[in-house]
């Protein structure tokens, strides 16, 4: 787009922006163009079509909303203060957001911003206060720009002592002070504290009269310079209390440690009770990635991890402190402990410290929604919403492993073409087998990365960041060769295409025409938001952009090591983005640095093979969400089927803990009483960090209004038989009658067996002895549950049956196999309901169910539906699963249905019996008895198989 057309634009986006999002249709957009650009001189040449096109686009994006939780003791007041507030920070970061990116939804972050700053206390306030709260995002949506927001409105209001504890690692806080600087700051911090210039930058621009000033810079060369250091506070000499002050630091002992000795020396601090205490400085803690290093993972209460024990030394140290932790995944945070032992106390160089109470988020805990672009892990992976409607993936996953069956001791094997010269898992018996080559897959995803950076050349997208990120394993050594392969494999590419060889062109056409071409189409039909930027192009056209896209790939080596002695590959520069005005293309090559924290702009083509079994730490690697303007069908996730699985599992798991948490905000409940409902992974996915775990060995689980469900069935020939008998002896229910609901009259198979006034015991007994290897079904005790709630007034078990299907099976007495029906697809099956026999239809749910490996894999929406889920109710015409869930309370009832699946799906087991799953719909429950486990269950598993990066072997990171 030519300044012209720009300027149009952002013009255009200034007049929207001061009307409600929702209030904005065509006719509005249209209307804004001819008043402010057609009769303008100066903007004929604009073309007004394509104008109108993208602001269209631009406004279709629905904007992310906010949940909250909060405790009594919160009360608002920020409404009846603002009179009072200048909000000169807030006002000047809203039009430098604004002119970076006139599509930015700034109303909304002002409205989400100010709902975080209510539910923290009032500066003004002459009392001492101690606020705990959490916000919630989602990985690489946007958290940064909101808490940068934040704490311009915070000091507008009166804090003036920021502290944002910016992840574990150097190159991220860094990142992050470098946003503080341009957003809130308004001059390089670097540049400040090391030469005294007032070096101009970002918000800077705009003229106001509050001064901030930080105390820790964007200074960056071998490590921690530019963190905070008490010689260079002391030489600056900036009173705390009086110009807002702002530290930007690294989660790290020693910085914490400097950074509470250097307060208690202020010449306001005094001693209360033996420890040091600063009076009527109101200090904002702001936590980034709160679930990491923050929680305490000792075993009691007293024995405290020194992280976690520091931060609450820092807290404790202002009379008035607010502590929000911000986080993508916060499992950990809400089994922190709210025990607390107020004796405690710790040592920092010398002094003895009280230790404040534990970060638990006990005040507010704040859901924020990403708008209708981000791109997360439910667009990737797919999930099904609240009303039961199932969303499919994009097809950006490309699988580099293929289940080839199982071993003798039952365990599936995978077959991958990266499986030499990589391994699955690097341990310390494979670790110095380092490949000599890249695995086919490998160099795939580098042409597709190729081809991607010349599709977004002809996409306009010419001075724009392009990154690929390889994460193969956490070892320097490890790194280190792969990037020098990468390189020397890049290189050889670009010197093909450069010389035009027929080779590598008939290559990247081949996979230019049978992958992105289908996956743009598959992209434009399934996206929720309108981008007029993705579009088709002729092979033509993207051969011709491929020698200036190949020039500027640059391969990086991402790791701590410092020094290029030992190391193969020497190209370890810090990626800088803001060093490269007209777009930086890397391929970084990387373990931790890349998993957690550091943002990779223009994020395209993801390789991945490191394994995690916790779900937080899982959700974080997942560097390749977020914003993908223009360029989301360009896209590629090569990993295994297993990471896959993994991902699509979490997906749904953190799904249904934003619905529950939003169904606990409808009802006015508190952030205690918020309980974690993640469904368990089959015996591989824990929750979180295991010690993390140590203050919740009791979990309680709570079925009230939830509908577990056997989502995945196991498909072991003695599994099988042994849930076939158990349906049989379920349906042994003597003349008890039964309902046979079928569709139309006619039809000769019926769609429901449906039995009220189950017998519950009988359904407690049946749900005990399924078998199943999902930990939060297993574990939960699900017929004990049944059986203790008495608010239940009724249960009703119904049979479901595929009418549509052309499988049947022949339900008849006895339990041998019958014979195959003419022209029938399956075989036919014997079984009794009671003293009578039905015929009822068995199908396959999904084509999931025909895939190799040891489970099956079964969505939501092809287990039941919205007509099965109130089969049972005295109301049965409900559209929305809300509504259903709702009538469900009214009437108390419970529902078993069970369902049959086609025993194709077996071919290696072949019993000739059906496959038997149910699932469970439970009514909400007020007076609630709750079934429970203990964390033992998760005593067997390993955090993660590979070594840590971060370790202090020399080997590693």
């Not at 009594?72 to 604004?98: A, H, S």
């Not at 804090?159 to 600087?181: C, F, H, M, N, P």
Request: with cysteine; hydrophobic share 35%; net charge negative.
């Amino acid at each position: 787009m030519n300044d012209v057309n720009q300027t149009a634009k952002l013009i255009c986006h200034a007049y929207l922006n001061l009307i409600p999002r929702d209030a904005i249709d065509d006719d509005t957009i249209s209307k804004i163009i001819n008043d402010k650009i057609s009769s303008a001189i100066e903007f004929q040449s604009v073309d007004k079509e394509l104008l109108f096109e993208l602001l269209r686009a631009d406004f279709s994006i629905g904007s992310g909303a906010i949940t909250e939780l909060y405790d009594e003791n919160v009360t608002p007041w920020l409404n009846d203060e603002k009179v009072n507030i200048d909000f000169e920070l807030w006002n000047r970061y809203k039009l430098e957001m604004q002119k970076n990116d006139p599509s930015f939804p700034v109303n909304d972050l002002d409205d989400f911003t100010d709902k975080i700053l209510d539910k923290c206390v009032n500066p003004k306030e002459t009392k001492s206060f101690d606020r705990r709260g959490m916000v919630v995002g989602h990985v690489q949506s946007g958290k940064t720009s909101n808490y940068v927001g934040l704490i311009n409105k915070a000091t507008d209001a009166g804090y003036k002592v920021i502290i944002v504890i910016a992840g574990t690692i150097s190159s991220l806080r860094r990142q992050t002070q470098e946003r503080i600087d341009s957003g809130y700051i308004g001059r390089n911090s670097s540049a400040f504290i090391r030469e005294n210039e007032n070096k101009i930058i970002g918000v800077g621009k705009y003229k106001v009269n509050t001064d901030i000033y930080s105390l820790t810079s964007s200074y960056y060369k071998t490590g921690d310079e530019g963190d905070f250091s008490q010689s260079v506070a002391n030489r600056l000499n900036i009173p705390i209390g009086k110009n807002p002050v702002v530290f930007v630091i690294k989660k790290n002992k020693s910085i914490l440690e400097n950074l509470i000795d250097w307060f208690s020396k202020d010449v306001n601090a005094k001693i209360v009770d033996g420890s040091p205490k600063l009076f009527d400085v109101p200090v904002l803690i702001i936590d980034d990635e709160a679930d990491a290093a923050s929680v305490n993972a000792s075993k009691s209460i007293e024995d405290i991890k020194t992280i976690n024990k520091l931060i609450r030394t820092l807290l404790n140290l202002f009379n008035q402190n607010t502590f929000i932790g911000y986080t993508a995944t916060p499992y950990a945070n809400l089994f922190i402990s709210q025990e607390h032992n107020e004796e405690l106390t710790t040592i920092v160089k010398t002094k003895e410290y009280k230790i404040g109470e534990d970060l638990f988020p006990r005040d507010f805990i704040i859901n924020i929604k990403a708008p209708t672009n981000y791109i997360g892990a439910a667009k990737i992976f797919g999930f099904e919403n609240p009303e039961g409607e199932e969303k499919e993936p994009l097809s950006i996953f490309r699988a580099i492993d293929k289940f080839k069956g199982f071993d003798n001791k039952n365990n599936p094997i995978y077959e991958g073409d990266f499986d030499p010269p990589f391994f699955r898992t690097i341990n310390k018996f494979n670790k110095g087998n380092l490949p000599e080559y890249l695995p086919k897959s490998l160099e795939k995803a580098i042409k597709s990365f190729i081809l991607t950076c010349a599709i977004r050349r002809l996409r306009g997208h010419e001075n724009k960041h392009n990154s690929m990120l390889i994460h193969v394993a956490l070892l320097v050594k490890w790194i280190d060769r792969v990037a020098s392969l990468v390189n020397e494999k890049t290189k050889e590419y670009a010197n093909a295409i450069r010389s035009e060889d027929a080779g590598i062109l008939q290559e990247l056409n081949e996979l230019y025409e049978t992958d992105f071409i289908p996956t743009t189409d598959n992209v434009l039909e399934n996206l929720d938001y309108k981008d007029i930027r993705i579009k088709q192009h002729s092979w033509k056209e993207v051969k011709g952009e491929l020698k200036k896209a190949v020039s500027k790939i640059d391969v990086r080596s991402v790791h701590g090591t410092r020094s290029t002695n030992n190391l193969e590959y020497h190209n370890i520069e810090e990626i800088d983005y803001n060093r490269h005005e007209n777009g930086l293309s890397v391929i970084a090559v990387g373990g931790s640095r890349l998993s957690r924290g550091i943002t990779l702009e223009g994020l395209s083509v993801s390789y991945y093979l490191r394994t995690t079994k916790m779900y937080d730490s899982l959700m974080q690697m997942g560097r390749w969400f977020g914003y993908r303007p223009g360029y989301v069908d360009l896209c590629r996730l090569y990993t295994t089927e297993q990471i896959f699985e993994w991902f699509n599992h979490i997906t749904m798991a953190t799904e249904e803990m934003r619905n529950d948490f939003d169904e606990m905000t409808a009802s006015h409940r508190r952030p205690k009483d918020f309980r974690l409902k993640v469904r368990n992974h089959h015996g591989l996915m824990t929750i979180t960090s295991l010690a993390k775990l140590n203050f919740s060995k009791n979990i309680e689980i709570s079925f009230s209004g939830t509908n577990p469900q056997t989502y995945q069935l196991l498909k072991t020939k003695s599994a099988i038989e042994s849930n076939f008998k158990n349906f049989q002896s379920l349906l042994d229910i003597g003349n008890k009658p039964f309902e046979i609901i079928k569709h139309k009259e006619s039809d000769n198979i019926p769609r429901y067996v449906l039995i009220k006034d189950f017998d519950k015991e009988k359904i407690a007994t049946f749900l005990d002895n399924f078998k199943i290897d999902l930990l939060r079904i297993k574990n939960a005790r699900l017929g004990e549950y049944v059986l203790t709630q008495t608010e239940i007034k009724e249960w009703s078990v119904a049979i479901v049956s595929n009418t549509d299907s052309e499988v049947f099976i022949d339900f008849k007495g006895g339990s041998k196999k019958g014979e195959r029906a003419k022209n029938a697809k399956v075989e036919t099956y014997n079984i009794n309901i009671g003293n009578q026999n039905v015929e009822l239809a068995c199908s396959i749910r999904n084509q999931q169910l025909l895939r190799d490996g040891e489970y099956y894999l079964i969505s939501k929406n092809q287990i039941d539906d919205t007509v099965d889920r109130q089969v049972d109710l005295a109301v049965s015409d409900l559209k929305k699963n809300d509504a259903i869930k709702i009538e469900r309370e009214k009437e108390k009832k419970g529902l078993l249905l069970i369902y049959a699946l086609d025993e194709r799906g077996t071919p290696n087991v072949n019993n000739g019996i059906p496959i038997i799953g149910y699932s469970l719909h439970f009514p909400k429950i007020e007076n609630e008895v709750k079934t429970s486990y203990t964390t033992t269950i998760f005593d067997s598993f390993d955090e993660d198989p590979q070594e840590d990066d971060d370790s202090p072997n020399n080997d590693n990171e």
